[in-house]
């Protein structure tokens, strides 16, 4: 089992910044992918930002240059700085873990006022 929490959402003007933390405890391991997806009311949810083992990432095209993950050396942390931010990221922001199943925390909210 796998257990997440994320931390660092908020209220932020529009070009302003924010960092969100996944906190990661029970069966971790470096051969997972860790990561974000974020979910606006009435949207579906979508892939952000993600983080393999070797330290390769994916980036949704609507975050490339604004948003960058990174982890910790443990594998226990995992971070999404997030600059530049506009209207429309506002979100509930979902750190998640996959291997041969995701594992999903609860969500953290992201608002940014125009």
């Known amino acids: 089992q796998v257990q997440l929490v994320e931390s660092g959402g908020g209220l932020v003007q529009a070009g302003g910044s924010l960092r969100l933390s996944c906190e990661a405890s029970?069966?971790?391991?470096?051969?997972?992918?860790m990561g974000w997806y974020r979910q606006a009311p009435g949207n579906q949810r979508d892939m952000v930002a993600m983080?393999?083992?070797?330290?390769?990432?994916t980036y949704a095209d609507s975050v490339k240059g604004r948003f960058t993950i990174s982890g910790d050396m443990a594998w226990d942390t995992v971070f999404l700085q997030m600059n530049s931010l506009k209207p429309e990221d506002t979100a509930v922001y979902y750190c998640?873990?996959?291997?041969?199943?995701?594992?999903w925390g609860q969500g953290t909210q992201v608002t940014v006022s125009s």
């Open positions: 998640f873990a996959r291997y041969d199943t995701t594992y």
């Open positions: 029970g069966n971790i391991f470096r051969s997972m992918i």
């Open positions: 983080i393999a083992g070797d330290g390769g990432t």
